[in-house]
């Protein structure tokens, strides 16, 4: 229906748009009825659902924004409360919709540490924002306080780990004149063994046009390294180097260098 009848559509809201995401579904699709004003068959003016748009968008925006859905499941039985739902990359990142917006607890079953807790407002999106609770610690149940004052929160909580860091990136052998040419990276991840990180290196032409982008693998320790067979030869002249190193909650680290093409 348009927002002159029902401005918040709160029953969709809940219901049909985060019900079905936090769900795993893909997305939802909307339809407009035939029993209001500007019904499926004679709508000519899009902006009678404006606030449905946006609210829309906001939802989006919870989840390209703030929590890596790619990575997270279905979880509802990990929420101590009725009428809620939860994704979960259990131990890393859980992503839970209130309805109503009430205390709630969360159960991290074995998994150890502090958590980052952060509420998001669907129906007006925005930053992530501070409950009563900012922080909890595994293992067990704990509860997430309450949120802001509202309606309905999405809240997030994430493993307070650090981002991994890129101590140096660089191309062998420097200056490079012909045959097989190395990359690698010294990586630390401070959070240790058991947070998985994925490292990325983008390879720049002198004119700023990127070559290629491929991932370095672990070869031991703190070392990400790959050899790249060089099927013609190199435009002479400085290089670029771009290094992004990502781990399983998202936390990301980037490096630049240079290397010299003879």
Do not use: K
């Amino acid at each position: 229906m348009p927002d002159s009848e029902d401005y918040w559509h709160d029953q969709i809201r809940h219901q049909a748009l985060w019900g079905s995401l936090m769900a795993g579904s893909a997305g939802c699709e909307w339809y407009f009825g035939y029993a209001y004003p500007d019904d499926d068959l004679n709508c000519e003016d899009w902006r009678t659902r404006d606030n449905m748009w946006d609210m829309t968008r906001a939802a989006r925006d919870f989840f390209e924004l703030y929590v890596p859905v790619q990575m997270m499941v279905p979880a509802d039985e990990l929420v101590i409360t009725d009428n809620a739902w939860c994704l979960a990359n259990p131990g890393v990142e859980y992503a839970l919709y209130l309805p109503i917006g009430q205390p709630v607890t969360l159960d991290l079953d074995d998994h150890t540490g502090s958590f980052d807790v952060a509420w998001y407002d669907p129906r007006n999106g925005g930053e992530l924002l501070p409950g009563s609770v900012t922080s909890v610690t595994g293992p067990g149940q704990v509860s997430l306080g309450t949120p802001p004052p509202g309606y309905d929160w999405a809240v997030r909580v994430r493993h307070a780990n650090s981002p991994p860091e890129i101590q140096t990136s660089a191309a062998w052998p420097e200056p490079y004149s012909g045959g097989n040419l190395n990359f690698g990276a010294i990586v630390d991840d401070p959070n240790g063994e058991q947070d998985l990180v994925s490292v990325l290196l983008s390879v720049i032409l002198p004119d700023g046009t990127p070559l290629l982008t491929m991932p370095l693998l672990n070869v031991g320790n703190s070392l990400w390294a790959v050899t790249y067979g060089v099927p013609a030869p190199l435009p002479p002249g400085t290089w670029a180097l771009a290094t992004r190193a990502m781990d399983s909650a998202g936390n990301i680290a980037t490096d630049f260098g240079t290397f010299e093409v003879l």
